[in-house]
Structure formats: C-alpha cells, structure tokens
C-alpha cells in the first residue's frame, strides 16, 4: 500500500476524520464562494449545522449545469493566486466544466493516483506507461504525478502513435499501462498487425477507465496483454483518475474515502440509498481547496458494496463497477438499454470483436436501432451462409438479454472508427434533428 495509515484506517477513525473535514470544507464553501452560501440560505442551513458526517444529507446537492451556470471560475474557493493548475471536462455540449486545483490539492491528488497504482502492486521498481491524454483532460496528467509520487517511473506517452507505444512498451520493459479500456484493445490489436507478441513483455498491471467496460471485456483484454487488468474511476470534477481503484482481488473500486466521501441517491427521488442498493453516486470532496465540491451528482450508477471486509487489507469502501448513466441510458421503444449490455452480449460471441456502434434513430414514431458489430479477419472472408448465421445469433442474443429488436449489421475488421481516448459507441440520431 502506499499509504498504509490511512487506507486500513479503523472505520471509527475515519468517521470522525471525514466529519472534521467536512465542517472544514463547508466553512470554506459557504464563506469564499457565493454559490454555496446562496444554496444552503435557500435549503436553511448553515456550517453551524454540520457537526459530523451523518449530517452531510442536510446538505444540498450540486449538479454540472450549477458547475457549468458559474462558468469559468466562479465555484472557485480560493483566490486566482493559489489555483496552480486548471483542467477542464470534456463536454459533448456547452461550455465545460472548470476545475482549479491549489498546490495541496494536486499534491492530494497524487497521492490517490498512487495509491491507485499500489492497489495494483506498482512500486518505486516500475515503468508506468501513460496512454490516457495529456491536456484539459485530467487522465495524463493524473497518473503521471501519480506514478512520481510513488517513485516509479512515469512514461508520457499520451494516447496515439500506437506503433511507438509498442515500440517503447517493449525496449523500455514497462511493467504498468495507464489507458482506456477500449485503447487497450486497440495496442494489442495493432502488435498483432506488427507481429509482436506482447504476452512475452513484463507487463503486470494496467489502470484502465475513464469509460465504461465490462467484465467480459476484463477477461479479453487479460487474454491479449499479460496483466492483471484493473478498474480506475475517477472524475475531473472531484478530481480526476484515482477517486477509486481496485486491488488485486478484482471486486470493486476502493473510494479514497479520506478525501472522497461517497453517497448513493435515488436518481428520481433524491433519497440516499443504503449500501447494496443501486442508484446515483455523490461524491463530497473532504480536502479539497481550489473548487470545493458538495454533494456533487455524477450521474454515475453504481452501488456501494456490503461484502465486508477486502482481503487486502484496506478498510476503505467499494463501489461496485460502474454500472452505466443516469443519462446515457437510451430509451428505445420504451426499454432502457445501456451501452455496456450490448458490449457484454458482443464480448462473449465467438468471430466478433468487442468494437461496434449503436445507431438509434426514430422512423416515424418508432425508434430503431442499429448495431455495427466487427467481424475477424477470417470470419469475414468466410461463406455467407456463416456470416448470416452470425447476424442471427447475435439478434438473438441481444433480443434475449435486452428485449429489443436491433439491426445487426457485420463489417469489415478495422472499420469502426478507433478512438484514442474515450470510444464513441453510440450515435443517438433522433436528437440531432
Ligand atoms: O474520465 C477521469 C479519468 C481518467 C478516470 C482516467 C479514469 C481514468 P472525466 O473526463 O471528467 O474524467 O469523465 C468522468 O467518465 O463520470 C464516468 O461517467 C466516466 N468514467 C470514468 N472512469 C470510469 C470507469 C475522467 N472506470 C466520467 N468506468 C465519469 C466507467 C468511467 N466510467
């Protein structure tokens, strides 16, 4: 572990550390930025109310249109002078929402980016590849300081240039990739095309997230790269990559509940949830200083794990992996369907590869779906007869895993277009009209 104090903590002790630093935070939102104050005037409450952690419920809830409402930089906590770092998420509409980062609170953010990189058993002996973006984009940068932190040595590679990747994951022996799960795929697709054998190198763990994956992708991408393939989550608005990660056991992400407090809500009713139950993830950010963060709704879905305690040793809560959106979810026909089902169906057919594009549109009032699923190389030169018989087991398989009708259409390998960061998977037609 990295920080072995404060990751198997006694729960007691956390309690009661995580409600001092809330009263702190609060203290600070409600007197630097008007926002907070204005919004806890509106619900009745002030930081004289908030004694311990179990009052954080009277608290109210802050969404990304109130993050986006204060664009650039007015849910900023501390003066222009301390910000030593700007990122920004990346938004498919509007503007973005702005995060400001004091030097305490990149120094904080490493240290969950190491510890991320401990769960997976890195220390100050390996090479950490960074595949996820530099930029706006808290992905890079957050686990180069990360992997600095630890001691080991970080590799800047950002995303794309994949033969290089290859190249300098080989002659250099990293032993630890950071990128998204889809972009994995996608560096041992191309080593293929290259005739390099990956399964030979020093690789034992990769960092993958940012996206949504399944557990069946976990499995392919553990089939084709020789590492332990781990779930990060994290998010540029608390933070970025390392809010959470999982250990070696593989069952659940560790929330660094030190500096991020979790909640579980009922998306509709705005109710918390208890453990076990699923629903939206909230997340207060307990150390932070730049942009303080209440009660911020993620849209995220997943639930808090009630399994007791990790054989690893950390004491820390779980959140199980991430389970879709509150709002990507489409809406077809009536039935919910999330990405991650069809990817799930995909993973386990045989002559497909996990890379495909949903297509929904609407022909008069009917919504319609269409699915572009990739074949293999040789499947796709094979009989039609064989391709058809394809096109109806996964009808079939999509039909019975999530009561939809869709379109399958098979083409070529390597026509659906790679993405170097976070894979596009679904293009929603009906609102572009
Ligand atoms: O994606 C930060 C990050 C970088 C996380 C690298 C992990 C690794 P944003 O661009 O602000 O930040 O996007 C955050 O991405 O609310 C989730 O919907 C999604 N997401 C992040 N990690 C995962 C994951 C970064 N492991 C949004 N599984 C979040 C599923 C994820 N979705």
């Not at 953010?109 to 401990?118: G, M, P, Q, V, Y």
């Not at 080989?170 to 005739?195: H, R, W």
């Amino acid at each position: 572990m990295f920080n072995a104090q404060a990751e198997t903590m006694p729960t007691g002790e956390l309690r009661k550390l995580q409600g001092q630093r809330l009263r702190a935070v609060v203290e600070r939102a409600y007197d630097h930025v008007p926002f907070y104050r204005a919004k806890m005037q509106a619900q009745g409450v002030t930081p004289d109310d908030i004694r311990s952690i179990e009052d954080l419920p009277r608290l109210p809830f802050i969404t990304k249109t109130d993050f986006r409402d204060q664009y650039p930089f007015g849910m900023f906590g501390v003066p222009q002078k301390e910000i030593v770092r700007i990122h920004a998420s990346s938004g498919t509409t509007g503007k973005p929402t702005v995060s400001g980062y004091t030097q305490a609170d990149i120094d904080n953010w490493a240290e969950c980016a190491a510890r991320s990189l401990a769960c997976g058993g890195a220390t100050a002996e390996d090479t950490v590849q960074v595949a996820y973006g530099y930029g706006l984009f808290t992905g890079g940068l957050g686990m180069h300081y990360g992997a600095e932190k630890l001691g080991a040595a970080a590799l800047p590679m950002s995303a794309g240039n994949t033969e290089k990747q290859i190249m300098l994951m080989k002659d250099f022996n990293v032993t630890v990739l950071c990128c998204t799960p889809s972009y994995a795929l996608q560096i041992a697709e191309v080593a293929a095309a290259m005739g390099i054998d990956l399964m030979t190198l020093p690789l034992k763990s990769g960092h993958f997230g940012a996206e949504p994956w399944t557990e069946a992708m976990r499995q392919h991408i553990e089939q084709v790269l020789p590492l332990k393939a781990l779930d990060i989550y994290g998010l540029s608005e608390v933070a970025g990559p390392g809010v959470a990660n999982e250990c070696l056991e593989q069952n659940g992400l560790h929330v660094f509940e030190d500096h991020f407090y979790p909640e579980i809500i009922d998306p509709v009713t705005d109710t918390p949830l208890p453990d076990g139950e699923k629903g939206e993830l909230v997340f207060t950010c307990l150390t932070k200083e730049g942009v303080p963060l209440i009660r911020y709704r993620t849209r995220d879905i997943t639930l808090l794990l009630n399994e007791g305690p990790c054989p690893c040793g950390r004491t820390s809560r779980k959140i199980a992996r991430l389970m879709g959106r509150t709002d990507d979810m489409l809406i077809i026909r009536g039935v919910n369907v999330f990405p991650s089902q069809v990817e799930d169906v995909l993973v386990r057919i045989e002559g497909v590869h996990p890379q495909y594009l949903i297509i929904v549109d609407r022909q008069g009032n009917l919504d319609t779906i269409e699915i572009q699923v990739e074949v293999t190389e040789g499947l796709f030169s094979d009989e039609v007869r064989k391709l058809e018989a394809l096109r109806d087991q996964i009808h079939h398989q999509i039909k019975t895993m999530l009561n939809v009708s869709a379109k399958i259409t098979l083409v070529e390998p390597k026509t659906i277009e790679r993405s170097l960061g976070k894979a596009k998977r679904v293009q929603d037609r009906r609102t572009l009209s």
